[in-house]
């Protein structure tokens, strides 16, 4: 691999991503796989200034087989020492990069009952830690480095070796990591971002109306001072940080009681390390009253049927047909790239940022505003070349907002 791209695409993620500042700690969430990768990474924050690096390693072999061996119990079991690891960061002001790299379907002969047990125990245990970072308390980022099963599985038809090389080379195209001036590049990205953002603040649409030939016939209902945002966003003391690289959405909080119709899947989801495949969502005053999955339903059950807040959603985020990471045409089983290359849903939690002072809001207040809460919050794509979308403004007016995959604006 081109070892410039790899020192700048490391340099990025800090500088860029969590805009590490002089003193910081920096919490790193890395599969054990990525090891010298992690390294890169962590020689780097220290160039950049950060106080402190702490890696946790992450093993999904050793998962599956806690999953598939362990007593009850003991998927349900948080120790207060992971607890407090988690929270004790998050409260000292650290930033957070998680590594997202898993094989899609490492889990695919596990239970899904159990892993979702251990991910509702998880939740429950560090729901503070999720609500910082869903406020931006703590700024974050999060990215995907290639290992050998999750190449393979995008390029099937390559070798091991030559199915992880290609994935580098995307990986650093879609970040800009092979630019002259990565930096930069993405300073100019986040700015085209901004444009679209400012139409949606100057409109401010109280509803959305989705349809495609896949079946999509869906109302979405958007909350009074809903805001739109997309490329970077701002932390509590005013730094800017990229929550997402690479990242293409417009995202906004749904009305939790405003969405209405049908909903069809057009990429698999990768959850949990089991697949969920050709799945459709039915809603009725923003609750999921219906579903169906050709593969993976238990999964998709479980995921609908966490808490309260599940059967409801939490973002809808807009991203054109025609744009880079679509335009590449592959399927990553990976919901941070498949997400930026199609429009998406959220099951679950709502980030508060989206509606105005939501990050100053409570539990009542977020609730009062139409802003659903949640454990879990999962996006799924439902973006196709076809897709038409309709907006409608305070005075009735109706507004063509994409049509035929993209953007008219």
């Not at 061996?69 to 349900?76: D, H, Q, S, V």
């Not at 002969?109 to 931006?136: F, L």
């Not at 679209?196 to 109306?209: D, I, P, T």
């Not at 005053?285 to 219906?290: A, E, I, S």
Request: charged share 25%; with cysteine.
């Amino acid at each position: 691999m081109n070892q410039k791209y790899l020192e700048q695409y490391a340099r990025l993620i800090v500088r860029t991503g969590v805009n590490i500042q002089k003193g910081q700690t920096l919490v790193l969430f890395a599969p054990v796989e990525v090891a010298p990768f992690a390294r890169l990474m962590t020689e780097v924050a220290y160039e950049e200034g950060a106080g402190n690096v702490v890696v946790r390693w992450e093993d999904d072999e050793l998962a599956k087989i806690k999953y598939l061996k362990a007593p009850e119990e003991a998927l349900e079991n948080v120790p207060e020492w992971q607890k407090e690891f988690y929270l004790s960061y998050a409260r000292e002001g650290a930033a957070f990069v998680n590594i997202h790299a898993s094989d899609p379907e490492i889990m695919k002969d596990v239970d899904p009952n159990r892993i979702m047990k251990a991910s509702k125990a998880i939740g429950t245990a560090i729901r503070e830690y999720r609500e910082r970072r869903m406020n931006n308390q703590n700024r974050w980022c999060v990215v995907s480095v290639p290992t050998a099963a999750w190449a393979k599985k995008v390029f099937p038809d390559l070798s091991e070796q030559d199915a992880v090389e290609r994935l580098w080379e995307v990986i650093f195209h879609t970040v800009r990591a092979d630019k002259e001036f990565p930096v930069a590049a993405w300073q100019e990205h986040c700015e085209n971002l901004k444009t679209r953002r400012n139409f949606f603040a100057e409109k401010q649409l109280v509803s959305l109306h989705i349809q495609n030939s896949l079946g999509t016939d869906l109302e979405v209902e958007l909350p009074e001072g809903h805001i739109w945002l997309g490329g970077s966003e701002f932390s509590p003391d005013g730094v800017e940080f990229v929550a997402n690289m690479p990242t293409e959405e417009l995202f906004t909080v749904p009305k939790k009681t405003g969405v209405n119709g049908k909903v069809v899947s057009s990429m698999p989801l990768n959850h949990n390390g089991s697949l969920i495949e050709n799945f459709s969502l039915e809603f009725k005053d923003g609750k999921v009253v219906h579903f169906q999955a050709e593969k993976g339903y238990e999964t998709l059950k479980n995921i609908i049927e966490t808490d309260e807040g599940s059967s409801y959603l939490g973002e809808l985020a807009l991203v054109p047909y025609d744009s880079p990471i679509s335009n590449l045409n592959i399927l990553f089983y990976n919901t941070l790239y498949d997400e930026n290359a199609s429009c998406h849903l959220a099951i679950g939690k709502a980030y508060p940022v989206c509606v105005k002072n939501g990050d100053k809001m409570n539990k009542e207040e977020l609730e009062a505003a139409g802003v659903n809460d949640s454990l879990t919050h999962v996006d799924f794509m439902f973006g196709t070349e076809d897709l038409n979308i309709t907006g409608k403004t305070t005075d009735g007016e109706e507004v063509a907002i994409f049509r035929d995959g993209n953007f008219v604006i």
